[in-house]
């Protein structure tokens, strides 16, 4: 459903390395860069997400879930997560209140966003 989101990002070389370092395990990557403007893929190398310069510098809390293709992808987000110095919200776990299989981990990017990984395996 979703075609692509864009981030505005205090420092979009921070973003841009952030992302692929920490989602590696979820298949996202640098795709393409024009200017101060990067996309970023996954799996299907489609640019769906974006990272820009900040226009709008108000508060703007963003909520962003990238699909994972595992459990064990979701554990390696955290564990790339950690080791990047990000804010852990919360960690890897069953989260049974959305359905019996979501299995998520939710993280702070450079800018303050709540970024998850999720792995939906329907079945607890």
């Known amino acids: 459903m ?9 420092d979009v070389d921070a973003a841009a390395a952030f992302y692929p370092r920490v989602f590696a395990s979820c298949g996202v990557r640098v ?3 024009h200017g101060d ?3 970023l893929c996954g799996p299907d190398n489609f640019p769906r997400l974006w990272l ?6 108000g508060t703007r809390p963003v909520h962003l879930a990238i699909s994972a293709p595992s459990r064990d ?3 390696a987000v955290f564990t790339a997560a950690r080791e990047a110095g990000a804010d852990i919200l919360h960690q890897p776990r069953v ?11 939710f993280v702070r990017d450079p800018d303050g966003n709540n970024v998850e990984a999720v792995h939906h395996s329907w079945s607890a």
């Open 31 to 33: 795709l393409m860069r």
């Open 95 to 105: 989260w049974p209140e959305y359905h019996p299989g979501y299995y998520a981990v």
């Open 2 to 10: 979703l075609d692509h989101l864009s981030l505005q990002c205090m």
């Open 52 to 57: 820009g310069a900040a226009v709008d510098t």
């Open 37 to 39: 403007t990067v996309g």
């Open 73 to 75: 992808a979701v554990d």
